[in-house]
């Protein structure tokens, strides 16, 4: 069969009203996806095959407001699950692809971004104060729009910017165009959320953006972007973030493998590579996944709740995927792999108004306009690519034999220092996420079960993975699901993490205490984890505080009963007792154990309180089972054999 002429398939796209789809992801060639066009409602009803039975190949645009399937809220602008259903598809060669394409600049009228620097640093300063102050989460992401008029056709506007992002964008995973009637989609996605093949399950967090100076990225500019404690925290948290979502996608909870840069035009980011074993349908391994904790947050499910407060308008499909499903040619089980970006660095073009959506990280440690310039670094990453505002000049090569030939730049990730800075980042964590790890039913606790108990933050995937390693029969009950016959069933109780304050009356923190004061009354084996911690402490009568500055993505050696430990933490509250108290405190006259029967470890100096154990029961503030807790595995077994 003769190859198209790129040229002529090109200029029919341009001029017919057929939807289809650009896709440059190898470096090497253009994929042209043509199809019919199926809109549906739900993940699980994306056409995988056809009345026949017979697998077919199905590009998915994923919007944010998909998050309902897992009961989350976000504001629902109707963005359709939309399928384009693949009938053909054709490689051509990258180069003559972008010979064939327009390259005339589409102008844009009335430019610039939908909410201003001013009122974007205010939410900033809000969302780390009520937010992030409050124990709600660990960070947040916060989006505004760049937003234009564009009045030339709307199919050679996206073949024009697809050109340009292709020849001036570099570094991008994807870098595509999804053209269908009324909608369209062109970017540069430096993020691969998640993909599937072969049985192996792959996920890529993305955090840390060094925005170039002017000429461009050098080693010495960089190395002061990698000796950040809040870029290098930040990247922690999204890996976090990400394991909780592969530990229950995964039957060996995800290996981390990093990290590495991405260099793109205008930014560099830090990432880590994420791997492990599913044999789930793809369709479930997005469902799980959704969405990328770089583009929403963490917890996840408080995350969604936050970004609704704090943005006033739907964000279609920004943060959400491009799903690629190809049939692998199994009989069963996982019939097509999937390759899914994270919608990002995408302009949308829709009734003649562009939008570029972008959003900032933010932290505890966020300076207002920080992030405010971050998401200018981000808007220009596209907008420079397309045209829409000046390019950025290379950097001047310093001086020498202007006779002499002139080498390619070396990738910074290859300059020692900078290899040196990102191989130090993995002296702070967990050798257990780093290692292969597939539970194997042994373990000191075989032949044990555990209940854990979910009160809205995942990792209580990662707790279960790590008890599984230690032997126990584990599963997962959400707080609303949970009964007593649950929590009497079980061997040993996990009480899990949560956002908020655990002084609350909400239905959430009554049934967590339900939880605890059962499990404690009965003296049946119990283990209580952050937020469940400070609910045990409650219930003893010692005193809970927020803290002055919260323990977001923090790293601290503490004791705990005799051991120095490194241990993750994500509070925001702590329960306090007076500095170098540990036995015979005065507790509550309702506490379920007498002072004299506990033992606390706090800090010497705050007296703020690191963990308790009594008679069948033991708790930790700290997150075991965080890439953050070097001394996590130890930890965790040490407290569960008392609680045992």
């Avoid at 937003?147 to 340009?164: C, M, Y």
């Avoid at 369709?283 to 963490?298: C, H, K, N, Q, Y």
């Avoid at 506990?598 to 703020?608: E, L, N, P, R, Y």
């Amino acid at each position: 069969m003769t190859a198209p002429d790129p040229s002529s398939l090109l200029a029919d796209l341009a001029g017919g009203s057929a939807p289809f789809a650009l896709i440059a992801r190898d470096g090497a060639t253009v994929e042209v996806l043509t199809g019919d066009i199926v809109d549906v409602e739900l993940l699980a009803d994306i056409p995988l095959t056809d009345a026949a039975g017979t697998a077919r190949e199905v590009l998915a645009l994923v919007p944010y407001r998909q998050v309902r399937e897992r009961g989350f809220v976000c504001h629902d602008d109707g963005a359709p699950l939309r399928c384009l259903v693949i009938d053909e598809r054709v490689a051509l060669p990258r180069a003559e692809v972008m010979a064939s394409l327009p390259s005339s600049p589409v102008p844009l009228t009335d430019a610039g971004f939908d909410i201003a620097d001013e009122e974007y640093a205010d939410i900033v300063r809000r969302v780390i104060a009520d937010e992030i102050g409050r124990g709600e989460g660990a960070n947040f992401v916060i989006r505004r729009d760049f937003v234009a008029g564009v009045d030339t056709d709307p199919r050679v506007a996206a073949l024009t910017w697809f050109r340009a992002l292709l020849e001036h964008e570099k570094g991008a995973y994807w870098t595509f165009a999804v053209v269908t009637d009324g909608h369209i989609a062109v970017g540069a996605s430096p993020e691969a959320h998640v993909s599937a093949q072969d049985g192996i399950v792959t996920m890529n967090p993305i955090s840390g953006t060094f925005r170039h100076p002017a000429g461009g990225a050098t080693a010495e500019t960089l190395a002061e972007f990698l000796r950040s404690t809040k870029e290098t925290e930040e990247l922690f948290m999204v890996v976090d973030e990400e394991l909780k979502m592969m530990s229950a996608v995964c039957s060996d909870g995800g290996r981390i493998t990093g990290p590495h840069l991405k260099e793109m035009s205008r930014l560099t980011h830090t990432e880590y590579m994420l791997r492990g074993r599913s044999d789930l349908d793809p369709r479930d391994i997005l469902r799980e996944t959704m969405f990328a904790p770089t583009v929403t947050g963490s917890p996840m499910q408080n995350a969604c709740t936050v970004i609704a407060r704090h943005e006033t308008a739907p964000r279609g499909y920004y943060s959400g995927v491009a799903a690629l499903f190809t049939p692998n040619g199994a009989a069963e089980g996982a019939t097509h792999d999937l390759d899914a970006p994270i919608l990002i660095r995408t302009a949308y073009l829709v009734d003649g108004r562009l939008r570029v959506p972008v959003g900032a990280t933010l932290v505890r440690h966020s300076d207002p306009y920080g992030e405010v310039g971050e998401t200018h670094g981000k808007a220009a990453g596209v907008l420079g690519a397309i045209g829409a505002i000046p390019r950025d000049a290379p950097a001047a090569p310093p001086a020498a034999d202007p006779d002499a030939p002139t080498a390619p730049r070396r990738p910074l990730g290859e300059d020692p220092a900078i290899a040196e800075l990102l191989a130090s980042r993995n002296d702070r964590l967990a050798p257990f996420w780093m290692n292969p790890q597939d539970p194997d039913g042994s373990g000191p606790f075989a032949g044990r079960t555990a209940l854990v108990v979910d009160a809205e933050d995942r990792f209580t995937t990662m707790l279960a993975h790590q008890l599984r390693h230690l032997g126990l029969d584990t599963r997962i009950v959400h707080w609303s699901e949970v009964t007593d016959a649950d929590l009497d069933a079980a061997d040993l109780v996990v009480s899990g993490p949560g956002p908020g304050d655990p002084r609350d009356d909400t239905p959430r923190m009554e049934a967590m205490r339900h939880v605890v004061g059962r499990r404690t009354a009965r003296r049946d084996p119990l283990l209580a984890v952050c937020l469940s911690h400070q609910i045990l402490a409650d219930a003893l009568g010692i005193e809970l505080m927020p803290l002055d500055r919260p323990h977001q993505g923090l790293q601290k050696s503490v004791d705990v009963f005799g051991e120095d430990a490194s241990i993750g933490f994500y509070n925001t509250f702590t329960a306090r007792v007076n500095p170098g108290d540990r036995r015979g405190i005065s507790y509550g006259p309702d506490a379920p154990v007498s002072g004299s029967e506990i033992d606390v470890a706090a800090d010497s100096t705050t007296g703020d309180v690191y963990a308790l154990r009594g008679p069948g029961f033991a708790s930790v503030q700290g997150h075991l089972e965080s890439i953050l807790s070097r001394d996590g595995m130890r930890t965790l077994e040490r407290l569960i054999a008392h609680a045992l």
